[in-house]
């Protein structure tokens, strides 16, 4: 049997064609359709990169007035969405929520035949903001939250809905640009899988819920939710240090940390690391930054291993009052265009995905009438 740690998990595979991200390619650590990560995290808006995504190209100035008109006017939940999201527990996980909240849409607007797909993706955009923060503030400040603010960015939007107040222009531009670098990224775990389930013709709301199941888990997207709990256990860099250090002499794994792809670094997290400290001063108290930075310094002294885009996402969130347990949903938000993207493109040029795998069962055996086995 193949070793399952070195070759498993389809590592190296190339499992199909992309024209839509190029990750850890030579001169540029991550592009979307040929715009490298560092130019729109610098110059675009979310909402340019969502359209660029979606539409292929970068939209004109008129282009971009209107999808922010579309985008904002498709914010509202249907009464019996609210409903759902009410029922679910207080105590449930939000990702799970915004599972059922999509899967559910699926039912009351459904996509029928994939002529709207356009604009299927356009309302999940809109509206997975909307979901994840109404049930937030349903079960934790006991009100129906408005979910059709005048914001025009998604990121204003959150943020409003979040604390009741436009956010400050700061804050806006840091959580739009973390929303900027989570968008895309190529054949990752949650996308594969919303490219699994579009292969056999299903439809588009299918397809991301299954993605927010693969998005959960701590080794993929759940990493910025757990990366958070690991900063705020401990006082002081000197505590961090210490305490990492013993966490990987008992073989944890400390999350945020490596890559699949990226070898020596993930490009993401130069802009992340970056706005934590600008976020971390403004709140005059560099604690967290320092500790972050000293696991992150333990982590490559010990063993080469980088800090990826979950990691500072953490503590940038985190000083904007964003609650731990949206770190991952806020993730949702953003990458739902990346898998729309990909859904659409997989349909495209559809071809059933259904690889073959390695027998490693018993040999044929023969048949034994119940009353002779042993
Ligand atoms: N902490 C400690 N050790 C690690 C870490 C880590 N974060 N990541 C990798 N390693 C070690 C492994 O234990 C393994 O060591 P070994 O060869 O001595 O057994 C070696 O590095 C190779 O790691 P694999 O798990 O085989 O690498 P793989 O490519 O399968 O996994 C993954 C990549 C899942 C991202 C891994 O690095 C990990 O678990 N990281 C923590 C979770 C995380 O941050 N996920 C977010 C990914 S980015 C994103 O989704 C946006």
């Given at each position: 049997?193949?070793d399952?740690?070195k070759?498993?998990?389809?590592a190296?595979?190339?499992a199909?064609?992309?024209?839509?991200?190029?990750?850890g390619?030579?001169?540029?650590?991550?592009t979307?359709?040929?715009?490298?990560?560092?130019d729109l995290?610098?110059?675009a808006?979310f909402e340019?990169?969502?359209?660029?995504l979606?539409?292929g190209?970068?939209?004109t100035?008129?282009e971009l007035?209107?999808?922010?008109?579309?985008?904002?006017s498709?914010?509202?939940?249907p009464?019996?969405?609210?409903?759902v999201?009410e029922?679910i527990?207080a105590d449930a996980?939000?990702?799970?929520?915004l599972?059922t909240g999509?899967s559910?849409?699926?039912?009351i607007?459904p996509?029928?035949?994939f002529?709207?797909?356009?604009?299927?993706?356009?309302r999940?955009l809109?509206?997975?903001?909307s979901m994840?923060?109404?049930?937030h503030?349903?079960?934790?400040?006991g009100?129906?939250?408005?979910?059709?603010?005048?914001d025009d960015?998604?990121?204003?939007h959150?943020?409003h809905?979040?604390?009741?107040?436009?956010?400050s222009?700061l804050?806006?531009?840091s959580?739009?640009?973390t929303l900027?670098?989570?968008?895309?990224?190529?054949?990752?775990?949650?996308?594969f899988?919303?490219r699994?389930i579009?292969g056999?013709?299903s439809d588009m709301h299918s397809?991301v819920?299954?993605?927010i199941?693969?998005?959960r888990?701590?080794?993929?997207?759940g990493?910025n939710?757990a990366?958070?709990?690991?900063?705020?256990?401990f006082a002081?860099?000197?505590?961090a240090?210490?305490?990492v250090?013993?966490?990987?002499e008992?073989?944890?794994?400390?999350m945020?940390f490596?890559?699949?792809?990226y070898t020596?670094s993930?490009?993401?997290?130069?802009?992340n690391k970056?706005?934590s400290?600008?976020l971390?001063?403004e709140?005059?108290?560099?604690?967290?930054y320092?500790v972050?930075e000293?696991?992150?310094?333990v982590?490559?002294d010990?063993?080469?291993?980088?800090?990826?885009?979950?990691f500072?996402a953490a503590?940038?969130?985190h000083?904007m009052?964003?609650?731990?347990?949206?770190f991952?949903p806020?993730?949702v938000c953003?990458r739902?265009?990346g898998w729309?993207a990909h859904?659409?493109?997989?349909?495209a040029?559809?071809k059933?995905?259904?690889?073959?795998?390695?027998?490693?069962?018993?040999?044929?055996?023969?048949?034994v009438?119940?009353?002779?086995r042993?």
């Amino acid at each position: 049997m193949a070793d399952n740690k070195k070759t498993g998990g389809l590592a190296g595979v190339t499992a199909g064609k992309t024209a839509l991200c190029t990750v850890g390619k030579e001169g540029a650590g991550l592009t979307y359709l040929g715009y490298d990560i560092y130019d729109l995290a610098d110059n675009a808006t979310f909402e340019e990169v969502a359209y660029l995504l979606l539409h292929g190209k970068l939209p004109t100035r008129a282009e971009l007035d209107a999808y922010i008109a579309k985008i904002k006017s498709l914010r509202g939940l249907p009464d019996a969405l609210k409903v759902v999201l009410e029922m679910i527990p207080a105590d449930a996980h939000p990702m799970d929520v915004l599972r059922t909240g999509v899967s559910f849409l699926g039912n009351i607007e459904p996509e029928g035949d994939f002529s709207n797909q356009q604009e299927t993706a356009d309302r999940l955009l809109a509206c997975l903001p909307s979901m994840m923060v109404y049930w937030h503030r349903f079960h934790t400040d006991g009100i129906r939250i408005d979910t059709e603010t005048d914001d025009d960015s998604i990121a204003g939007h959150i943020l409003h809905m979040l604390h009741d107040e436009a956010p400050s222009e700061l804050h806006e531009k840091s959580l739009s640009t973390t929303l900027i670098l989570y968008a895309e990224h190529e054949f990752n775990a949650s996308t594969f899988a919303g490219r699994v389930i579009t292969g056999t013709l299903s439809d588009m709301h299918s397809a991301v819920s299954g993605a927010i199941g693969a998005l959960r888990g701590p080794l993929h997207g759940g990493a910025n939710e757990a990366a958070m709990e690991l900063i705020q256990r401990f006082a002081n860099a000197e505590e961090a240090t210490e305490g990492v250090l013993g966490m990987l002499e008992r073989k944890e794994l400390i999350m945020g940390f490596g890559h699949r792809v990226y070898t020596t670094s993930d490009p993401r997290n130069k802009v992340n690391k970056a706005m934590s400290k600008v976020l971390a001063s403004e709140k005059g108290d560099m604690t967290l930054y320092e500790v972050s930075e000293a696991i992150e310094k333990v982590m490559w002294d010990e063993k080469k291993l980088f800090a990826n885009a979950d990691f500072f996402a953490a503590s940038v969130y985190h000083f904007m009052g964003v609650p731990t347990y949206l770190f991952t949903p806020i993730f949702v938000c953003s990458r739902i265009t990346g898998w729309a993207a990909h859904v659409m493109e997989q349909r495209a040029d559809n071809k059933l995905i259904r690889p073959a795998a390695e027998y490693i069962g018993p040999a044929l055996q023969e048949w034994v009438e119940i009353d002779d086995r042993d």
